[in-house]
């Protein structure tokens, strides 16, 4: 990711016909601030550079958030399903792994990687004896480069709302959109 310069910040905010006090007030910055950044006399810290960057995203109108990619139906299994009934589900989705819900809030994920080597005996046993953790969530308004920074890391990200579980997101989802 290249960082814009200074001159790259102040070009951009003229091409969308924005004052450095409109700028600010959609950063949530103060206006001298943003003066300063685009005078080169201070280097902003990475989350306020993020928020001026969003800021003139917004502007131009092409910011994709993870309410356009998410997926609101999403498969999951609770903590107390069995073993054997979360590795149905995975099979019949044809999904390798899911979110683990508990009343509509993300508490772990299963896979199968999770269950490699488990016994025959061990198929009645509740999901939570063998989840991982729960996936990364975000808002329904995280921007793209937020989700796809965390599917780096992980299988899939869950939106919430107010801890609510309402999408997911995986990287075939970001491709889909992208490609």
Known sequence: MD???PADLREKRHQLGLTQSELADRADVSQPLIARIEGGDVDPRLSTLRRIVNALQE????????RD??????????????????VRRMNKEAYSQLPVLEHGRPVGSISQSDLVGVEEDARDKPVSEFMAESFPTVSANANIDEVRHLLEYYKAV????????V?????????SRLG
């Open 158 to 165: 869950m939106v919430t709302e107010g801890g609510d579980a």
């Open 3 to 5: 960082l814009p310069t």
């Open 69 to 86: 990619l998410m997926h609101d139906e999403i498969i999951a299994v609770a903590p107390d399903d069995a073993v054997k009934d979360a």
């Open 59 to 66: 502007a131009e109108g092409n910011v994709l958030r993870a």
């Open 167 to 175: 999408g997911i997101i995986t990287e075939a989802d970001v491709a």
